[in-house]
Nanobody, 123 residues
Framework: VQLVESGGGSVHAGGSLRLSCTASGYRHSSGVCAGWFRQAPGKGREWVASIRDGGTTTNYASSVRGRFTISQDNAKNTIYLQMNDPKPEDTATYYC?????????????????WGEGTQVTVS
């Protein structure tokens, strides 16, 4: 079972970037929920956004609400994070996360599956 993130890179503030999280050996549609966390240099990992109920329920951290959008494509077995109007403070390594058994996708300690992370730098 593996989660693989892609789409990271450098972007100017006010631009846009889309992160992808593709699963192998696991179906996002069969899990409880999925989400994105991030970790900036020298800081702990923080929750960014999560999605559940087949993609119909989404939640966001207040710092990204209105700018970022999480979505799910079951046919492609992929979770996306559309980052619009990114700010320098959004610079971090972004991690895809999934919950296989019931629980929350916004609590780091509860996550069952993690990706390796993808770097996003906003300047």
């Amino acid at each position: 079972v593996q989660l693989v993130e892609s789409g990271g890179g450098s972007v100017h503030a006010g631009g846009s970037l889309r992160l992808s999280c593709t699963a192998s050996g696991y179906r996002h549609s069969s899990g409880v929920c999925a989400g994105w966390f991030r970790q900036a240099p020298g800081k702990g990992r923080e929750w960014v956004a999560s999605i559940r109920d087949g993609g119909t329920t989404t939640n966001y951290a207040s710092s990204v609400r209105g700018r970022f959008t999480i979505s799910q494509d079951n046919a492609k077995n992929t979770i996306y994070l559309q980052m619009n109007d990114p700010k320098p403070e959004d610079t971090a390594t972004y991690y895809c996360a999934a919950k296989v058994v019931e629980g929350s996708c916004s609590v780091e300690s509860a996550i069952d599956l993690w990706g390796e992370g993808t770097q996003v730098t906003v300047s």
